[in-house]
């Protein structure tokens, strides 16, 4: 995809933020309300007003004209939602834009979030990809990390979900906790292929500095693993995951073959998306805006008539959007597009750029296409990618 259809694509995804969570984890800085252990649906005033923000936002959102082919709910704890509450959205949805038979709909949940007839309700309403917030399989890391739920919790969110046969079945983890050992972690890898989900997402743990762990911990330092410790953790994870079958399709992500997450395809391929809720990003009409990332700000902003104050993004920052995300799928880029719509001098400056990554094995040029080698080309993108920015800037 080059320059124009971006600019001009007409967007077939849909990101929905639902900013709750149960309790706040000790290491996140994202956008999120706590409402605490009892409250969940309709029972929380807090949800249901940003239910109605959220609704009104989506109603007066311009329509570019083809039905949706992926929807994500994403959080938060999207699992927090009535049935109800997630239904209204999806038949505004429907009415708005429409949403393709074949769509992938797509929601995270938390364990300890939802019961059998929960995830039923879910099935009849259309989602059919459930990503399932475990992080680790230990009770320990689990309680370090300031986790709602248990290990139990996690069983039983699994159980249901296959009882109820959700096609799509996402399980997360993270690696580099505090504590963690290498063997934690493979057992970890292990738990998580017993239970027979279609997809695996690995997150490497990043301290921020406005959370818990950020007071607490320093990068690198015990109880947290050295860089090597941590390095090992992927290499392990790719080890391990793909000789269970998985396909390591994106630097954090592996699948078995047929169940990518179609949805955040549409992020790495640089395609247009719409995106609805607080703190949420879009990408339409060549156009990036970030929704304000704090409820007051974000209610206002819906009030006001939800401006997109946002430049159009310039050719030259496309071509890094495109080398930065598509360069996360393990098949890369195509540069032949590159050089139709960048020119051929441009290709010609990225692969002498990359030469010196292509001797040390991390980058390879293969069938016109430039990619990075799991793992090492993986593990050291950023490295990668800041040549290609400071060459190509
Ligand atoms: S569940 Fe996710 S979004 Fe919520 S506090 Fe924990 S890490 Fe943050």
Redesign the pocket.
């Known amino acids: 995809m080059g320059q124009r259809d971006i600019a001009l694509g007409i967007p077939s995804s849909a990101y929905i933020h639902i900013p709750f969570?149960k309790?706040?984890?000790f290491?996140?800085d994202?956008p999120?309300f706590v409402i605490g252990d009892r409250l969940q649906g309709e029972n929380s005033g807090t949800i249901r007003h940003y239910i109605e923000m959220l609704c009104q936002e989506i109603s007066i959102s311009p329509v570019f004209g083809q039905p949706l082919e992926t929807i994500f709910f994403g959080?938060?704890?999207p699992s927090l939602l009535s049935l109800e509450q997630l239904q209204r959205i999806l038949t505004l949805l429907t009415q708005k834009f429409g949403i393709s038979p074949q769509a992938e709909i797509s929601m995270e949940a938390?364990p300890g979030t939802f019961d059998l007839a929960y995830i039923q309700g879910l099935s009849t309403a259309g989602v059919n990809r459930i990503s399932l917030?475990v992080q680790a399989f230990d009770a320990d890391l689990l309680r370090y990390c300031g986790?709602s739920h248990n290990l139990d919790d996690i069983f039983t969110a699994v159980d249901s979900i296959h009882q109820v046969g959700i096609p799509e079945f996402s399980i997360d983890l993270i690696s580099g906790l505090p504590h963690q050992t290498l063997h934690q972690w493979q057992q970890s890898l292990e738990k998580a292929i017993a239970l027979g989900p279609t997809h695996i997402s690995i997150y490497d743990l990043t301290v921020e500095p406005k959370t818990a762990f950020g007071r607490y911990y320093t990068p690198g330092k015990a109880p947290l693993p050295t860089e090597e410790m941590t390095v090992e953790m992927y290499r392990l994870a790719q080890q391990i995951l793909t000789a269970a079958g998985y396909e390591h399709y994106e630097i954090s992500n592996y699948a078995k073959p047929g169940h990518q997450c179609r949805h955040n395809r549409t992020y790495w391929e640089n395609r247009p998306y719409y995106g609805f809720g607080m703190g949420a990003a879009s990408f339409v009409q060549g156009k990036r805006f970030t929704r304000p990332r704090q409820t007051k700000e974000y209610y206002q902003w819906v009030q006001d008539g939800c401006v997109i104050d946002a430049k159009v993004t310039s050719p030259d920052e496309i071509l890094l959007e495109t080398l930065m995300l598509g360069l996360r799928l393990a098949e890369g880029v195509n540069l032949r597009d590159l050089a139709s719509h960048f020119g051929e001098n441009k290709v010609e400056e990225i692969k002498k750029c990359c030469q010196p990554f292509v001797e040390k094995g991390w980058v390879e040029i293969r069938e016109g296409r430039l990619l990075l080698r799991a793992p090492d080309g993986f593990l050291f993108s950023n490295v990668i990618l800041a040549k290609l920015f400071a060459t190509l800037a």
Do not use: A, K
């Open positions: 969570c309790r706040r984890c290491y996140c994202f999120v959080g938060g704890t938390d917030g986790r």
